[in-house]
Every structure is written in structure tokens, then in C-alpha cells.
């Protein structure tokens, strides 16, 4: 079982920056695909970006060139940095871990996360 606790998030201008980050618990999180979602008010929940068991990396192209996902395998953390954001970013971000361990899953469909955090809310004014 893994829990994942997402903090971060908050109000910032278009153009600012916010790092959130996603606890989780657990021993096979360096064993997990991990993505972070998103979902604006009357939208369905959107991809944004994935970080494989590897290291590899896939963003959406919404946000290719001003978000970064890293992990950090020994304090069981993924991070998403965020930069140069914009109104349209507005949302609640979710983190993800794939439901199984080293898959070479597609990592864009929320279909291949098993385990979901409770979300962390950003608004972007502009």
C-alpha cells in the first residue's frame, strides 16, 4: 500500500513559481512510476507530467519547458517545480504512483496509477 500526501500548492501571480511536493510512504516507491495530475473546475483530470522508476521524464505539452519532475528515491519524495505560470494552470494537482512496480506503463493514463494523493489546490491570478 502507498499513501501519498501533496503540499505546495497556494495563490500566486501569472508568471510566479511553485514547488510542490508529494510525500510518500512505503518501500517500493523507488520501484514506481510517479505522475503528477491535474484537474481545473469542470474539466476532467489532466496528465502534466511522469517520472519513470529510471529517471526518464514526459510532460504534457501545456507545460513541456516551464514545469520540471524530479524524485528524490531516498526521502521518498517527487517534486514538481512549476515556473512561468499562467491562469490557465489553475487547478488541483494531484500526485500519482503506478500501481505496479518497474512497468513500462504509458504513463499518461491515469488508468496506470494505483495509489492517488488528496490533491493540492493552485490558483493563478492574472
Known amino acids: 500500500q502507498v499513501q501519498l500526501v501533496e503540499s505546495g500548492g497556494g495563490l500566486v501571480q501569472a508568471g510566479d513559481s511553485l514547488r510542490l511536493s508529494c510525500a510518500a510512504s512505503?518501500?517500493?516507491?523507488?520501484?514506481?512510476?510517479m505522475g503528477w495530475f491535474r484537474q481545473a473546475p469542470g474539466k476532467e483530470r489532466e496528465f502534466v507530467a511522469a517520472i519513470t522508476w529510471s529517471g526518464r521524464t514526459v510532460y504534457a505539452d501545456s507545460v513541456k519547458g516551464r514545469f520540471t519532475i524530479s524524485r528524490d528515491n531516498a526521502k521518498n519524495t517527487v517534486l514538481l517545480q512549476m515556473n512561468s505560470l499562467k491562469p490557465e494552470d489553475t487547478a488541483v494537482y494531484f500526485c500519482?504512483?503506478?500501481?505496479?512496480?518497474?512497468?513500462?506503463?504509458?504513463?499518461?493514463?491515469?488508468?496506470?496509477?494505483?495509489?492517488w494523493g488528496q490533491g493540492t489546490q493552485v490558483t493563478v491570478s492574472s
Open positions: 512505503g518501500r517500493t516507491f523507488s520501484s514506481r512510476n
Open positions: 500519482a504512483a503506478d500501481r505496479g512496480l518497474y512497468r513500462n506503463s504509458d504513463l499518461v493514463r491515469a488508468n496506470d496509477y494505483g495509489y
